[in-house]
């Protein structure tokens, strides 16, 4: 079947503009992450959703980052006032059964 | 709060040779799985092998399997018979049964294949 994807695969956007990511897990999968990666920090988890609420948002860096998911599917992170050193791959996950994440092949944002 | 570690960040080896990656972790948590994830330059982060810390017994998935050491907190990943396209980097992470669901990366290998 289709694994997790997430659009767009690349996206360049100037510093203060405001950006969305998007992220389509596996069909029926109720749990959802977010994690960034970037060369200084490595790979760091961001959110976790259950179904549509978020039990986990410790990793979220600042208040400029935001997410929702809607109808137990898809899922937005929306980083506003872009900064450069939001510059990173977001990879997204999904899961069945809190014992395998599937993840997508990930967005990469560049903030120029 | 954990933390998880590999120490080598560059290896390589020789096309059909075995080749050994390290990952050590922290936690005082007695139950808790461990993985080793390979992401390729697609970016894409594909699941090698996972271990459930109650199972005294190593994983094992064709030409990879882990060597698992609970009281040294410690879990490498080795790859038999290298292949050109195990070439990528590898990521050993860990995550808690109960409570907080995230994955905890380490700092990742990369690993080249030479012909």
């Known amino acids: 079947g289709a694994g997790v994807s997430q659009s767009p695969s690349n996206k360049v956007t100037e510093k203060g503009k405001d950006v969305e990511l998007r992220c389509d897990p596996i069909s029926g999968h109720t749990a959802l992450y977010w994690y960034r990666q970037s060369l200084g920090q490595g790979l760091e988890f961001l959110i976790y959703f259950q179904g549509n609420s978020a039990p986990d948002k410790s990793g979220l860096p600042s208040d400029r980052f935001s997410a929702e998911r809607t109808g137990g599917s898809v899922s937005t992170l929306t980083i506003q006032r872009t900064q450069q050193e939001d510059s990173a791959v977001y990879l997204c996950?999904?899961?069945?059964?809190?014992?395998?994440?599937?993840f997508g092949p990930g967005t990469r944002l560049t903030v120029t | 709060a954990q933390t998880v570690t590999q120490s080598q960040p560059e290896m390589s080896v020789q096309e059909a040779e075995t080749v050994t990656l390290s990952c050590t972790y922290d936690?005082?948590?007695?139950?808790?799985?461990l993985f080793w994830y390979k992401q390729p330059p697609s970016r894409q982060m594909i699941l090698v092998i996972r271990?459930?810390?109650?199972?005294?017994q190593n994983a094992t998935e064709n030409r990879f399997s882990v060597n698992f050491q609970k009281a040294a907190k410690s879990f490498s990943l080795k790859i038999s018979d290298s292949q050109l396209g195990d070439a990528a980097m590898y990521f050993c992470?860990?995550?808690?049964?109960?409570?907080?669901?995230?994955?905890?990366f380490g700092q990742g290998t990369r690993l080249t294949i030479n012909p």
């Open positions: 271990q459930e810390a109650y199972k005294q």
């Open positions: 936690t005082s948590e007695s139950d808790y799985y």
């Open positions: 992470a860990y995550r808690s049964v109960q409570g907080a669901q995230k994955l905890v």
């Open positions: 996950a999904s899961s069945l059964d809190f014992y395998e994440q599937y």
